[in-house]
């Protein structure tokens, strides 16, 4: 399978506690996002990286959050201190780009469901 | 910031109906859009997307086009089946940070 993978699938965790998600995404694609889907809802923009640079961030991700890239590859997205509030599916997608102006096509991974009790 | 207004579900239709659900933005300029579908159990998938002003974007017998005019997109199906039931996500885009609607779920029933 040569699609967008994450793990954990699932995560349950107790307020206050760290967690950490990875994202792996199509392999020649140099651009990666992350967006977060409560329940009902649309998903809502976190974050995206061009090769290993941070190039946006939605004012959603408050400093409990932070994502990297190290090598331009995978992605891995920590939440600290986890809060009732943060129990969502956090998305990550992929794409290819050169053209910071123009649009591509994103390639969505099945996500990881984080439940905070 | 920019939003994306599509109808609230759930959209329940018989197989072999026609199936409409609008879809409005409020971004300025020529944004991308598109419709993203989530089957039942699956990941987001691109259905269709248009770049410009008129275009029509079309797969799997589904329809959109781009009107900038009434800044809208609304997704069409002349004949649904069971198999398109899922939920369906109108997009629009700034760039490359993708703006989506509520979403839409759709059943069809036999």
């Known amino acids: 399978d040569t699609g967008v993978s994450q793990n954990p699938r699932h995560k349950i965790t107790k307020r206050g506690q760290n967690v950490t998600f990875r994202c792996d995404p199509i392999?020649?694609?140099?651009?990666l996002y992350w967006y977060r889907q409560t329940l009902g809802q649309g998903p809502e923009f976190l974050t995206y990286?061009?090769?290993?640079?941070?190039?946006?961030k939605s004012r959603l991700l408050s400093d409990r959050f932070s994502a990297e890239r190290p090598k331009g590859s995978f992605s891995t997205l920590e939440i600290q201190r986890t809060e009732q509030g943060d129990s969502a599916m956090y998305l990550c997608?992929?794409?290819?780009?050169?053209?910071?102006?123009?649009?591509?096509?994103?390639?969505f991974g099945p996500g990881t469901r984080l439940t905070v009790l | 910031g920019n939003s994306v207004t599509q109808m609230e579900g759930p959209v329940t239709l018989s197989e072999e109906a026609f199936l409409t659900i609008n879809c409005t933005y409020t971004?300025?300029?020529?944004?991308?859009l598109f419709w993203y579908v989530q089957y039942p159990g699956e990941g987001l998938q691109l259905l269709l997307k248009?770049?410009?002003?008129?275009d029509k974007g079309s797969n799997k017998g589904f329809e959109a086009t781009y009107r900038k005019e009434t800044t809208s997109f609304h997704l069409e199906k002349g004949s649904v089946q069971v198999s398109d039931s899922a939920v369906y996500f109108c997009?629009?885009?700034?760039?490359?940070?993708?703006?989506f609607g509520g979403g839409t779920r759709v059943l069809v029933k036999p």
């Open positions: 997608a992929s794409s290819f780009g050169t053209d910071l102006s123009s649009t591509d096509t994103q390639y």
């Open positions: 392999s020649e694609h140099n651009r």
């Open positions: 990286f061009q090769n290993e640079a941070q190039l946006e």
């Open positions: 971004a300025t300029g020529y944004p991308s």
């Open positions: 248009a770049t410009k002003a008129d």
């Open positions: 997009v629009e885009a700034a760039g490359n940070k993708l703006t």
